[in-house]
């Protein structure tokens, strides 16, 4: 059974950092792409950063290019995400989300199995 586990939101100010986790189950990380994805309060869901299962290659929303970097540790079945230079705009819920391929153009199109999320506010 594929579960996702994501932690590490909470409140920090513009310019601050996090970092987001997602405890993966159930599934290999070297079969399935990985990714995270927001939801902010009145606005459709967006990819935010993903990587492919075989090279590991990754992918970024215009938006956090720079700022948000993904990582994940195969022997701990966990994908990070970590934030810096945080705006009130990333301010969202934060979900971890995979999929087996295909799942479209990349890996910001899967839509598999999800996580319940965490919460992000950045104040200003």
């Known amino acids: 059974q594929v579960q996702l586990v994501e932690s590490g939101g909470g409140l920090v100010h513009t310019g601050g950092s996090l970092r987001l986790s997602c405890a993966a189950s159930?599934?290999?990380?070297?079969?399935?792409?990985i990714g995270w994805f927001r939801q902010a309060p009145g606005k459709e869901r967006e990819g935010v950063s993903c990587?492919?299962?075989?090279?590991?290659?990754?992918y970024y929303a215009d938006s956090v290019k720079g700022r948000f970097t993904i990582s994940r540790d195969n022997g701990k079945s966990t994908v990070y995400l970590q934030m810096d230079s945080l705006e009130p705009e990333d301010t969202a819920v934060y979900y971890c989300?995979?999929?087996?391929?295909?799942?479209?153009?990349?890996?910001?199109?899967?839509?598999?199995?999800w996580g319940q999320g965490t919460l992000v506010t950045v104040s200003s």
């Open positions: 989300a995979t999929d087996a391929p295909p799942y479209g153009p990349t890996c910001l199109y899967l839509n598999g199995a």
């Open positions: 159930g599934f290999s990380l070297d079969v399935y792409a």
């Open positions: 990587i492919n299962p075989n090279d590991g290659s990754t």
